[in-house]
């Protein structure tokens, strides 16, 4: 699954390794901090989310149970507010 962000969606990345996501639509902005840039990334490289699981447990060993979980959620809320498309 490769996955992009919607045609109406800039991203930008911001200092410390943030990124944020600005909806031309709506205007509304959403501040991603470096984990889940990170893994946004990631993904828009063409990384499944399997492997952006892998990348973030390898990152932080701490998440590494939940990093599957994790990857999900972010990849689910993206989509959820229309920014993310397969």
Known sequence: MSLSLAAY???VDTDGGAMVLLDERTGKYRQLNPTGALVLRLL???ATTEDAAAALAERYPQAGA???EDVARLVE???GAG???D
């Open 44 to 46: 828009l490289r063409g």
């Open 66 to 68: 939940r990093a599957g």
């Open 83 to 85: 920014l993310l498309r």
């Open 77 to 79: 809320a993206l989509r």
């Open 9 to 11: 969606v800039t991203a």
